[in-house]
């Protein structure tokens, strides 16, 4: 089998556990607060690295950057809570296509906090995705409720945070990026998830549980699809998340995707695939700028 063919593989097992964790985190809202729901995606997520972490040996968990690890670890905490909160109040294909913002959100902060030249494809590009995510949300047309500003939000957070995993990764070893983002947010959702706790039923452990797991398998399988091909054709397949969560989401909850949701996160989409090629033609440190958006869901 070809490194092409193992690579999409690997990218719609990927595209089926995000698509799967979203769910979850849907179909578990109404019952348990976010904070239980956090605090076992997190937990579980953070026990099923483990193994792998010390595989490596735990001195590749050691922190040369404390201050690069607070400011990614905040970030990560709020925009976690504002993604799972957004996706258990809106539909989730439509949360699904707004997040596809995130990584052109990452090139406009890294011009910022990289020092990064932009130059005028790259402002093109970004202009066009902006396009894209008025097209789903409409504003004017239809009335843009508080849920869907805050998908967007949690959207600019997570590219905000993987301009910091970019920092970080030039100092501390990618296990350490990895590793210390769930458990902190394990820790901090831990005092929440203890006040508003719910004893769940045996289907609703087993399911708040699969959160973690989802988690776990979706960031192996991407990093192994990254891996084995060029980033900028793995990427084409990530468009894979928004049929799969559409599909989920309308024998689950109902949910019927607007064709202005297609059209909206297909060209976002495309903007963030030439941002990325962009990418690949300047540095070669490509691969951690894509997943780290990912660690999110």
């Known amino acids: ?82 993604w799972f909160y957004s996706i258990s109040k809106i539909a989730l294909a439509e949360a699904t296509a707004i997040n596809f913002t995130a990584p052109i959100f990452g090139a406009i902060f890294a011009v910022y906090l990289l020092k990064e030249r932009i130059k005028s494809r790259r402002i093109i590009a970004i202009f066009i995705s902006l396009i894209g995510a008025l097209i789903i949300i409409r504003p004017g047309i239809i009335n843009v409720n508080s849920y869907v500003i805050i998908t ?30 769930p458990l902190v947010l394990s820790f901090v959702s831990l005092v929440p998830c203890i006040i508003f706790w719910k004893t769940p039923a045996l289907l609703s452990l087993i399911l708040l549980i699969s959160t973690g797991l989802t988690a776990f398998l979706a960031h192996v399988c991407v990093t192994r699809a990254f891996s084995s091909s060029d980033a900028t054709f793995v990427l084409i ?61």
């Open 152 to 181: 967007l939000i949690a959207s600019i957070l997570m590219g905000l945070a993987s301009v910091y995993i970019k920092k970080i990764t030039l100092v501390d070893h990618p296990n350490a990026v990895v590793f210390y983002m």
């Open 1 to 82: 089998m070809s490194t092409s063919i193992k690579s999409v593989i690997w990218m719609l097992i990927a595209s089926v556990n995000f698509a799967l964790l979203n769910t979850l985190v849907k179909y578990l809202s109404p019952d348990y607060h976010l904070s239980q729901i956090i605090f076992f995606r997190s937990i579980f997520a953070v026990l099923f690295v483990l193994p792998w972490i010390v595989k490596s040996g735990l001195k590749t968990l050691k922190i040369y950057s404390i201050k690069l690890q607070l400011i990614r670890c905040t970030l990560a905490v709020i925009a976690m809570y504002l």
């Open 237 to 297: 397949f990530d468009y894979l998340r928004l049929p799969v969560t559409a599909i989920l989401a309308f024998f689950l909850f109902g949910e019927i995707t607007s064709i202005w949701v297609w059209v909206g996160g297909l060209i976002i989409f495309l903007s963030s695939l030439y941002v990325a090629y962009r990418e690949r033609k300047k540095c070669n440190s490509k691969k951690t700028s894509l997943i780290s958006v990912k660690e999110f869901n």
